[in-house]
């Protein structure tokens, strides 16, 4: 076959067997924060970032949020159209303009020497590779490989171009690590083969027909070892320097990429991605992304690929292990698939809206039958198919029931109108046919029974006939039993069983029951085991069981497909596996499920999904988790530097983010602050606050867990907040030392003010002795023994007597109150009406006096010192009034001055306190002290108390300004 003609059954092939959808994808453009649609590459970084170049600057990409960085952030340009990680994690950008910049550690540098490259026949540079040495090597667009070392830029391979038809040749070299390719010249001892060894690499030889600046080159080696490599549309597969496989494109190859199942994809300008499966590039591949040139290619970590084109943006698919058919692909009117059957390679399959196909099935593709028609009307939407043993195809909803494969109307009985939900063939051949009422059984195309003639009329959705012929029947009341002619309930007290039946399957010696809200109740003689959402189920709302090949389960539910096989370590306990949209699957909602050739075929809400169920798996990968920032009082932190804090510094805030891309919405989080909580605690929030932490040490760690329920290695912080200085052993010590000395300082002032107050008492008792001295001095008592002795001399008995009694009741008085330090003011104004009667007997009433209280006053409730007030009076009498030449008069009075002091006022009109001094000054052995020991003691009891008592003695003057008298005032703290 010419080259000619094999391009032309390729193409034909392609348009003919090649279309296919992805089941499920996510297409993110600039509406989502990338920040242009048109994507020239991407890459994922070693953290798990997806980067890409696009027209308007280059994105980095979380899962959650497109970080963009354009000129201003740094970029020499923003038309940025090549991307490459290098072995220190520098993220490199290739720009249109042919500058040459790299991302690192949060910056983005500008290479100096790009300048020294880039030449208006170069265009720009499209490869770009960095050894582990720091080397760079940059291939143009159109021609040359350049090498960047020590500061220079040294050319490394030249090219040199004829006139077409031209021969183009590329070098390839592997490094392991990077590959470099380039348009070469051949050297002098090439010897034309299409594979030369040139160098440490080859040099392959290309016939190019089309006009050279327009063609691009991509290579790879696959799992085998091979060199894939392409030229414009041109691709070739070399083998021990032979090229084993030639093929041409219709449009320039802009993608080359191999997955990690070792299927080969090939990008194609304007046409989509083509996948050879299992690497089979002469096998008819499977195309994609119709109308759309895929720039880049690339499967992620977690199995996820990612697909970048030059007009939609970015395409992000979770799997390609179901293949999904529906109105792109097939001649559908609706694609809500409602039920399956099949016979031998014919699948029949209903949708919504009355829909019915029948379809041929063709190395897994359904062809369609246009022409095929059922007998009679469809009176609604047809929830169940099923083909009999003799081969024939029951349709519910429909006028006649019965069908051959092609559609012609097989009598039944069918005297009744009805609707219907499931067929179900039992041992003997019979049809059973669950309907709103209750059930029908058909023998032979005969109604042979009705349950309603049994008064069994529920609504009937599953059915199953057990070993011993008994029939279980799944209603939208619960689970019932029919044998012997009786229906009885399953059980009586069983929630599960007593709810609505979706299905009903027979799997080992176990019988499997669908509920419609509660999950799978499995019966197996007198026991019931429960597999539910708590037990790993994806939904609690089970649609469809199917047992395959009586060694596993998979169950349809409205949030997805599971696959269920028995734990053979432990009775009981299941394996479950779930599929969900980020899984492959078109849609969560799963309506049937049956097996044809050893592939399962589904029934969706999105269409056919089928799939082989040997080869589906899941890439069980532990998310990313970063600590993306910590902040310490609502300052962020650099998390990397010193975990040491003050203690006010105890607010505490953490964000992480987990790298998963599949359904990052989902992501649960687990924390704990281990010096405080040794429990995990579970949130959907990245974000944890710690306030007010106390002084210690911590270490805060987080998980994460991808919707596979797959946990994250933790990541950690640790750190310490510090006491405050009052809480450190030093400050301890110190405070220690600083209360024993203190304490030994209280005590010793204490002791001092003991022994302070031992002397201020000894110093009143010596002051109230003297005082009492005073009182009782020789003078007053020497002229009192004297009055007394006049007295009798006159045979003034009555005098004498009356003067010698109150004179020794003031003795005694006297002798008794000095024993205390204070009396009431009662006992002391006694004592002072006994001293004045004393003095005016004596001095024949050469003066008056009076005593006035204010009513306010309690004399008995008022406590005084003693001894304070009658030398006072004493004074007043001997040097004030006893001089004068005229009878004298005194007045003393007591009255509140606050309501905790008591004004005493003793005042006379003697001869005031100058003559008075001057007689004094002519007396011989006077020696005026009594006034000074009152001022004495009232100083000290001040001290002993801490209180503010005084006496003062003012000079009286009338308006002559001569001496009138004396006035004394003395204040009492009460």
Request: aromatic share 14%; with cysteine.
């Amino acid at each position: 076959m010419t080259r000619s003609i094999w391009l032309i059954v390729f193409i034909v092939l392609f348009e003919f067997h090649s279309s296919a959808q992805f089941s499920f994808y996510r297409n993110y453009t600039v509406n989502d924060g990338l920040p242009s649609s048109k994507v020239y590459d991407m890459l994922q970084d070693r953290q798990g970032y997806f980067w890409f170049a696009t027209e308007n600057g280059v994105s980095r990409f979380d899962g959650y949020t497109f970080t963009n960085f354009t000129k201003r952030d740094g970029l020499p340009t923003n038309s940025t159209l090549k991307l490459y990680e290098d072995f220190k994690g520098r993220i490199w950008f290739l720009s249109y303009e042919g500058t040459v910049s790299y991302f690192f550690n949060g910056k983005i540098f500008i290479h100096p020497l790009f300048d020294n490259i880039i030449s208006p026949d170069i265009s720009f540079l499209d490869n770009i590779y960095v050894d582990s040495t720091d080397r760079i090597y940059l291939s143009g667009f159109k021609k040359d490989l350049y090498l960047i070392e020590y500061g220079q830029v040294k050319v490394l391979e030249r090219t040199r171009h004829g006139t077409p038809p031209r021969t183009t040749y590329l070098y390839f070299e592997d490094r392991g690590n990077g590959k470099i390719l380039c348009f070469s010249n051949p050297p002098e001892e090439y010897d034309g083969s299409e594979v030369f060894r040139h160098g440490k690499g080859v040099l392959i030889k290309f016939v190019n027909t089309e006009t050279f600046p327009r063609v691009q080159k991509f290579c790879l080696i696959n799992s085998e070892g091979d060199i894939i490599i392409s030229l414009g549309p041109e691709l070739k597969k070399i083998r021990d320097r032979e090229i084993v496989m030639s093929k041409t494109f219709s449009y320039n190859i802009i993608k080359l990429y191999e997955d990690a199942e070792n299927n080969i994809w090939v990008g194609e300008e304007f046409n989509g991605v083509y996948l050879f499966r299992n690497g089979d590039l002469n096998s008819i591949p499977e195309r994609f992304l119709h109308n759309s040139s895929v720039s880049g290619i690339l499967q992620d970590y977690e199995g996820n690929y990612w697909f970048s084109t030059t007009e939609n943006g970015i395409f992000l698919v979770p799997s390609i292990q179901f293949k999904t058919f529906n109105s792109a692909n097939l001649p559908l009117v609706k694609e809500v698939i409602l039920s399956l059957a099949n016979y031998e390679d014919l699948l029949y399959f209903s949708t919504s809206n009355k829909g019915l196909y029948k379809a041929r099935i063709i190395s897994n593709f359904p062809e369609i039958d246009k022409n095929f028609r059922i007998d009679g009307t469809i009176n609604n939407n047809i929830n169940d198919l099923m083909v009999s043993s003799d081969g024939n195809i029951w349709i519910s909803n429909t006028e006649n029931l019965r069908y051959d494969l092609n559609g012609k109307n097989i009598k039944v009985d069918t005297r009744y109108r009805h609707s219907g939900y499931v067929f179900y063939e039992l041992s003997d051949h019979s049809v059973i046919l669950g309907q709103p009422g209750g059930y029908y059984v058909y023998k032979n195309a005969i109604l042979s029974y009705s349950s309603d003639s049994n008064d069994f009329n529920y609504r009937t959705y599953a059915l199953y006939e057990n070993p011993d012929q008994s029939l279980l029947i799944g209603t939208i009341d619960g689970l019932f039993v029919y044998s012997g002619d009786q229906y009885k309930r399953y059980s009586e007290d069983n929630p599960v069983l007593n709810s609505r039946i979706s299905d009903i399957k027979s799997f080992h010696d176990e019988v499997w029951v669908g509920t419609f809200d509660n999950g799978i109740a499995i019966l197996k003689y007198d026991k019931i085991n429960y597999i539910a959402e708590n037990n790993g189920l994806s939904s609690n709302r089970i649609k469809v069981i199917f047992i395959e090949n009586n060694e596993s389960v998979w169950v349809g539910t409205n949030n997805g497909l599971n696959h269920i096989i028995p734990d053979h370590f432990e009775a009981g306990k299941f394996l479950i596996t779930r599929y969900t949209i980020w899984d492959g699957l078109p849609t969560n909602e799963i309506n049937d499920i049956i097996c044809h050739n050893e592939s399962l075929w589904l029934a969706t809400d999105m269409g056919l999904v089928t799939f082989d169920p040997q080869n589906v798996g899941k890439k069980w990968v532990q998310p990313k988790l970063s600590l993306e920032n910590v902040w310490v009082n609502d300052h962020i932190i650099l998390y990397d530097s010193v975990h040491i804090f003050r203690h006010h510094e105890n607010n505490f805030r953490f964000s992480f983010k987990a790298l998963t891309f599949k359904d990052p919405g989902n992501v649960l989080y687990t924390y704990k602050l281990e010096g405080l909580d040794n429990n995990w605690i579970e949130t959907n929030n990245p974000t944890v606050r710690l306030p007010d932490l106390k002084p210690g040490s911590y270490r805060f760690l987080a998980k994460a867990s991808s919707k596979d329920e797959v946990w994250s290695e933790p990541v950690s912080y640790a750190f310490v907040v510090n006491k405050h200085f009052t809480q450190t052993v030093a400050f301890r010590i110190c405070s220690l030392i600083v209360i024993l000395g203190a304490v030994s300082i209280i005590f010793y002032t204490i002791l001092l003010s003991q022994r302070r107050r031992e002397s201020l008492k000894q110093q009143i008792v010596l002051a109230e002795q003297k005082a009492l001295r005073s009182q009782m001095n020789p003078h007053f008592i020497f002229n009192s023994l004297n009055s007394i002795q006049h007295f009798i001399v006159d045979k003034d008995e009555k005098n004498a007597s009356s003067y010698l009694s109150n004179f020794s009741n003031l003795i005694r008085r006297i002798l008794e109150t000095s024993k205390f330090n204070t009396i009431s003011l009662r006992e002391e104004l006694e004592n002072l009406r006994l001293y004045l009667q004393l003095e005016q007997l004596r001095f024949e009433n050469r003066f008056n006096y009076s005593i006035e209280i204010d009513p306010v006053i309690n004399p008995d409730q008022i406590s005084i010192p003693t001894m304070i007030i009658q030398p006072f009076i004493e004074n007043a009498i001997w040097h004030g009034l006893m001089p004068r030449k005229e009878k004298g008069n005194m007045q003393i009075s007591f009255q509140p001055k606050s309501s905790e002091k008591l004004l005493i006022v003793i005042q006379d009109n003697g001869i005031g306190r100058e003559k008075s001094a001057i007689i004094n000054q002519k007396r011989k052995h006077h020696n005026p002290t009594g006034i000074k020991n009152i001022q004495e003691r009232l100083a000290l009891l001040n001290m002993l108390n801490k209180t503010n008592m005084s006496a003062t003695i003012l000079d009286i003057y009338d308006e002559n300004q001569q001496a009138a008298g004396t006035k004394v005032e003395i204040i009492f703290e009460i």
